[in-house]
């Protein structure tokens, strides 16, 4: 069966960097694009972006350029999500997503929480 | 760029009854990349509804989807105690590839 696992929480401290894994298994990593949704606490969710899984491309969504970087490995059907300068506003639940070809988002991981804190 | 906004915030409702979660689309967007999720405390996002209407695997027939233009719907016809949670509408436009999110409804038991 399709699953998407994420690695555990982080605590960090401001002006550290983080980075997030999503192994996924069950099927062909290389058929379906990868995208990733942050949800900050008691938020709703934002979409940051995705990466092509054949090419290694990024896309990044407005407000999420300068210090995300999305990447694979694709030899362990691993995407990662980097996130280098963490600010306290970075707090949040992180997801990979599995991206169907008409945009739905069909498995989804278990979600990361990456919380910024001196 | 495309805005969905999602109403009401909150709707309180008792089980058994019927809830109606609205998602507007700020211009026309085609209906094959309208997509409905549910979110409970704790937990990942859940698909319920593809292309506005077609039900994720596994999904029963109490939800519901419809809608075209800019006035999407999602309809519970019966609720049932597991249903009260967020739930949100999902575009994606595809030149780019996008996605946006509604903000969410939350079903609260009244």
């Known amino acids: 069966q399709v699953q998407l696992v994420q690695s555990g929480s982080e605590l960090k401290k401001p002006g550290a960097s983080v980075k997030v894994s999503c192994k996924a298994s069950?099927?062909?990593?290389?058929?379906?694009?990868m995208n990733w949704v942050r949800q900050a606490p008691g938020q709703g969710l934002e979409w940051m972006g995705w990466?092509?899984?054949?090419?290694?491309?990024?896309t990044y969504a407005q407000g999420f350029t300068g210090h995300f970087v999305f990447s694979l490995d694709t030899s362990v059907s691993t995407a990662y999500l980097q996130i280098s300068s963490l600010q306290a506003d970075d707090t949040a639940v992180y997801y990979c997503?599995?991206?169907?070809?008409?945009?739905?988002?069909?498995?989804w991981g278990q979600g990361t929480l990456v919380t910024v804190s001196s | 760029e495309i805005v969905l906004t999602q109403s009401p915030g909150t709707l309180s409702l008792s089980p058994g009854e019927r809830a109606t979660l609205s998602c507007r689309a700020s211009?026309?967007?085609?209906?094959?990349?309208l997509a409905w999720y549910q979110q409970k405390p704790g937990q990942s996002p859940r698909p319920l509804i593809y292309?506005?209407?077609s039900r994720a695997t596994g999904i029963p027939d109490r939800f519901s989807g419809s809608g075209s233009g800019t006035d999407f719907t999602l309809t519970i016809s019966r609720l049932e105690p597991e249903d009260f949670a967020v739930y949100y509408c999902?575009?994606?436009?595809?030149?780019?590839?996008?996605?946006?999110f509604g903000q969410g409804t939350r079903l609260e038991i009244k």
């Open positions: 292309g506005a209407s």
């Open positions: 211009q026309s967007v085609s209906s094959s990349y």
């Open positions: 069950g099927y062909t990593f290389t058929d379906y694009a």
């Open positions: 997503a599995r991206r169907l070809g008409a945009g739905g988002l069909d498995f």
């Open positions: 990466i092509n899984i054949n090419t290694g491309n990024p």
């Open positions: 999902q575009h994606y436009g595809s030149s780019p590839p996008r996605i946006t």
